[in-house]
């Protein structure tokens, strides 16, 4: 079982990965919905890096 935190950046690591078999499965723009809700302030911080 994962807290609601760890699903949340499973979900977020999940949404950004590449496939590097298939490129053409890779999306061209990814919109993100509050994806940092529910995280606590470190990993907001991170998410938000990452996303910049």
Do not use: C, H, W
Not at 19 to 34: H, I
Request: aromatic share 4%.
């Amino acid at each position: 079982q994962l807290s609601g935190g760890m699903r949340k950046r499973v979900s977020f690591a999940r949404a950004i990965m590449a496939n590097p078999d298939n490129p053409k499965d890779n999306p061209e723009v990814l919109l993100y919905d509050e994806p940092t809700a529910g995280l606590d302030p470190i990993a907001s911080t991170v998410i938000e890096d990452l996303v910049r």
